[in-house]
């Protein structure tokens, strides 16, 4: 079992940043793919950004959003910049019981998911 505990989330004026922190306990997930999902009023969830030995973007937040890890914190984090409104969801962080897929961006390749962050961006 692997807990995920999401943070950080807020209200924020557009072109501002936020960082999300995701803390992990029960497992080390230093070894794990991990992502990061969001999920808007309405909409379905969707991809936002993963990290394996490499980083993986949406086309909507490549540029703007980083994705990091630290080990030694068991935690994942997801740097927000140049928020827009579009971006205004609930952030969700999930972790895979592998290292790797290629199917990164898809919810079905991950086991364990965080309760969500709130991010709402006010234009």
């Known amino acids: 079992q692997v807990q995920l505990v999401e943070s950080g989330g807020g209200l924020v004026q557009a072109g501002g940043s936020l960082r999300l922190s995701c803390a992990a306990s029960?497992?080390?997930?230093?070894?794990?793919?991990m992502g990061w999902f969001r999920q808007a009023p309405g909409k379905e969830r969707e991809f936002v950004a993963a990290?394996?030995?490499?980083?993986y973007y949406a086309d909507s937040v490549k540029g703007r959003f980083s994705i990091s890890r630290d080990n030694a914190k068991n935690t994942v984090y997801l740097q927000m910049n140049s928020l827009k409104s579009e971006d205004t969801a609930v952030y969700y962080c999930?972790?895979?019981?592998?290292?790797?897929?290629?199917?990164?961006?898809?919810?079905?390749?991950?086991?364990?998911w965080g309760q969500g962050t709130q991010v709402t961006v006010s234009s």
């Open positions: 999930a972790t895979s019981p592998s290292s790797y897929s290629s199917s990164w961006r898809e919810p079905r390749v991950y086991d364990f």
């Open positions: 029960g497992r080390t997930v230093s070894s794990r793919l």
């Open positions: 990290i394996s030995w490499a980083t």
